[in-house]
């Protein structure tokens, strides 16, 4: 069922594109703070797909997310500090249709573009491609739906050195 289909309402709509941005910003807060456990409480679904074999030259992987958020340790180890910033996010959300309704869309796509200055191997930036699900039971209990449940760096690169 689509959410348009459905007769997705503005509430809704807004709501949805709000919680899906908080939780891609606590995810930044959680990796510049140093918070695992914020990762896996309020950030990712327990089983995440993970891809950032372009950063930390690996391969993809399905993992719970305790286990993710405990093997960022050593990479916040690397690090005095981080400042992840993540902004022009594209939240692909049908349209609403009226006033009235009451579906909701279960899952969407985010794509947001991650900036960086002169770090390793002359990259300088990316974007983050996001799976986003609402799970139920938080609804339920009024807390922020959203969760991700696929992760993808795809990184930029500068020319550094050019003299032409």
């Given amino acids: 069922m689509t959410a348009a289909a459905s007769g997705y309402d503005m ?3 807004l ?13 930044c ?10 990762l896996a409480t309020h950030v990712y679904t327990p089983m995440v797909h993970i891809d950032y074999s372009q950063l ?8 719970t997310r305790e286990q993710w958020a405990a093997s960022l340790e050593p990479v916040f180890d690397q690090w005095d500090s981080r ?3 993540v902004q022009d996010m594209l939240i692909e959300l049908p349209q609403p249709v009226g006033a009235k309704g009451g579906g909701r869309l279960e899952k969407c796509s985010v794509v947001g573009i991650a900036l960086a200055v002169a770090i390793v191997l002359q990259r300088n930036g990316g974007r983050y491609e996001f ?7 938080l609804e339920g209990r009024g ?3 959203w969760r991700i449940s696929s992760q993808k760096v795809v ?3 500068q020319e550094i050195g050019n003299d032409s």
């Fill in 83 to 85: 400042q992840h910033v």
């Fill in 155 to 157: 990184m930029t690169y």
């Fill in 131 to 137: 799976e986003m699900v609402r799970l139920k039971e």
């Fill in 56 to 63: 930390l030259d690996s391969t993809a992987m399905d993992i």
């Fill in 11 to 13: 509430a809704a709509y």
């Fill in 143 to 145: 807390e922020n739906p």
């Fill in 15 to 27: 709501l949805d594109r709000a919680n899906i941005h908080d939780t891609i910003a606590r995810m």
């Fill in 29 to 38: 807060l959680a990796f510049d703070t140093r918070q695992p456990d914020m």
